[in-house]
């Protein structure tokens, strides 16, 4: 039997876990101390390892990811977090110029362990910049690793593997996916848990491959178990950076059909490319075009307005009926 976790609750062991293991583990950003972080993932935190391991920052995010360039670099693994994901852009230079480029400008010779944690995505009636799906900007840009987590399982030992990476990575945490619980072997080893990099097959199927990651997880699992007409495999995606296209192909080509569903806008998203990268691989395979699920090319609306702009339930079976009218 395992422990009982939400997903941010499990993130936050697995940062402790990761704390206790290495006295080189930092967290720094807005709150995360005292308060706890806006969202509670790192509550406790402060309690048990002090304000020189976790610590409050001021309001600058260029601040806190220069810095943490600045901690790594001396042998720290600072684990920063931005408080939503509107709020990333301020530090985009440091992300895209310093930290994604350090280890190839120094061939190797230097690295920058940092992770950047980010609550990002919709669903929880926010306000401006507290909304946003990012992801396509850091997968984009070679050299950062890119990861989101759809279950507490993951979001424990994925946290782990984060901070061990001596690449800099991006963990994207799906703030409306906090409170889902589940049990978490704790008492396993990280080095015995699926690689950071992997994605897998929450569900297996023979009809059309569902892919999709982070907070439309759930979603495609509901669509899933709703299509009575159809076997779906849902593709759980994991890292969006590298993109694991051995576990994708492999379903698209037992399969036949493909559907990606994504919270970003559609065009210029994540599922563009991975339409690409199947087609060109799958091409003699596939019985449709891949189908596209995502939000509109409009910038975030207000709140009351975002149950519209989100994939739903419909709009993803909506578009698994879109593949077979091939």
Not at 45 to 73: N, Q
Not at 75 to 94: C, H, L, M, S, T
Not at 232 to 238: M, Q
Not at 282 to 300: G, N, Q
Request: hydrophobic residues 40%; proline residues 6%.
């Amino acid at each position: 039997m395992g422990t009982s976790l939400t997903i941010g609750k499990a993130i936050n062991a697995g940062l402790r876990a990761a704390m206790e293991h290495d006295p080189k583990v930092l967290v720094m950003g807005e709150d995360v101390g005292r308060l706890g972080g806006v969202f509670r993932v790192t509550d406790g935190l402060y309690k048990d390892f002090g304000a020189d391991r976790v610590i409050d920052t001021p309001l600058a995010e260029s601040g806190i990811v220069g810095t943490a360039i600045g901690m790594a670099l001396r042998g720290y693994r600072p684990v920063v977090e931005i408080q939503f994901d509107g709020f990333f852009f301020p530090a985009a230079n440091q992300t895209f110029t310093q930290l994604a480029k350090m280890r190839r400008r120094s061939a190797g010779a230097l690295s920058v362990p940092v992770v950047m944690r980010i609550p990002y995505g919709g669903g929880i009636g926010a306000v401006e910049h507290h909304s946003e799906s990012p992801e396509a900007y850091f997968t984009h840009t070679a050299g950062l690793r890119v990861v989101t987590v759809a279950t507490p399982e993951d979001a424990y030992w994925m946290i782990q593997q984060a901070v061990r990476s001596d690449d800099p990575v991006v963990f994207l945490e799906p703030k409306r996916r906090y409170y889902e619980k589940a049990e978490v072997d704790t008492d396993a080893a990280v080095q015995d848990a699926a690689p950071m990099d992997a994605a897998r097959v929450a569900r297996s199927g023979t009809d059309v491959t569902l892919l999709a990651y982070g907070p439309m997880v759930k979603t495609a699992l509901q669509a899933a178990e709703a299509d009575t007409d159809h076997s779906v495999e849902v593709v759980d995606l994991r890292s969006l950076s590298p993109v694991d296209y051995d576990t994708v192909t492999a379903s698209v080509k037992r399969t036949g059909r493909l559907v990606v569903a994504h919270e970003a806008p559609l065009s210029g998203g994540l599922g563009a490319e991975i339409a690409a990268r199947v087609t060109e691989e799958c091409f003699y395979h596939l019985e449709s075009p891949v189908i596209r699920v995502a939000a509109f090319d409009t910038p975030y609306p207000q709140s009351r307005l975002e149950e519209h702009y989100l994939p739903d339930l419909d709009r993803v079976l909506d578009g698994v009926d879109r593949a077979f009218a091939y």
